[in-house]
T-cell receptor, first 111, second 114 residues
Framework: KQEVTQIPAALSVPEGENLVLNCSFT??????LQWFRQDPGKGLTSLLL?????REQTSGRLNASLDKSSGRSTLYIAASQPGDSATYLC??????????FGRGTSLIVHP | DTGVSQDPRHKITKRGQNVTFRCDPI?????LYWYRQTLGQGPEFLTY????????KSRLLSDRFSAERPKGSFSTLEIQRTEQGDSAMYLC????????????FGAGTRLSVL
């Protein structure tokens, strides 16, 4: 059974810092990995999707990397802003179409 | 409408009552998913449909839960005889078979069982 762990569980940083969120998974036979953002009381917004054959994806200030063999992914946020405050979820999809989610990292960026 | 729509956004009910939630997927998305998310946890898969066929159900979906997707369009999730442990955010997502990697999520229905 796939298990997904996200570290740290919570993070508070001053505006402008570069930061790294970590996601690890136990079964390396994955189809893809996706990072989501969730604002309090809201649904999920997809940020980046990395296919199993890819090593990284970039969108604006966000960069996600994937090391399938070691079961790790990182989400890098450059020059963090207060508007980045949210919970960031990692989801891993195996052979089925059902993703397994981590518990998320709760990020606060203070001015 | 360009997104997944869920109704209601919030539902407060008393223990033992039945509740029904609705999800309208993105047009032409033939796959529809239901998840449950409790506080501090990631979403947990409940069930999914391809068109009108319910193809997979999680063990989390007890016999008090039922989901339908008549005509392969909108879907409903009903919880009978609600319990306090059913309090959670219920999320719906849809995807297109040709792009089945990517699920688009609705804003969710927050259920509180008193």
């Amino acid at each position: 059974k796939q298990e997904v762990t996200q570290i740290p569980a919570a993070l508070s940083v001053p505006e402008g810092e570069n930061l790294v969120l970590n996601c690890s998974f136990t079964d390396s036979a994955i189809y893809n990995l996706q990072w989501f953002r969730q604002d309090p009381g809201k649904g999920l917004t997809s940020l980046l999707l990395i296919q199993s054959s890819q090593r990284e994806q970039t969108s604006g200030r966000l960069n996600a990397s994937l090391d399938k063999s070691s079961g790790r992914s990182t989400l890098y946020i450059a020059a963090s802003q207060p508007g980045d405050s949210a919970t960031y979820l990692c989801a891993v999809k195996g052979g089925s179409y059902i993703p397994t989610f981590g518990r998320g990292t709760s990020l606060i960026v203070h001015p | 409408d360009t997104g997944v729509s869920q109704d209601p956004r919030h539902k407060i009910t008393k223990r033992g009552q039945n509740v029904t939630f609705r999800c309208d997927p993105i047009s032409e998305h033939n796959r529809l998913y239901w998840y449950r998310q409790t506080l501090g946890q990631g979403p947990e898969f409940l069930t999914y449909f391809q068109n009108e066929a319910q193809l997979e159900k999680s063990r989390l979906l007890s016999d008090r839960f039922s989901a339908e997707r008549p005509k392969g369009s909108f879907s409903t999730l009903e919880i009978q005889r609600t319990e306090q442990g059913d309090s959670a955010m219920y999320l719906c997502a849809s995807s297109q078979e040709s792009q089945r990697n990517i699920q688009y999520f609705g804003a969710g229905t927050r259920l509180s069982v008193l």
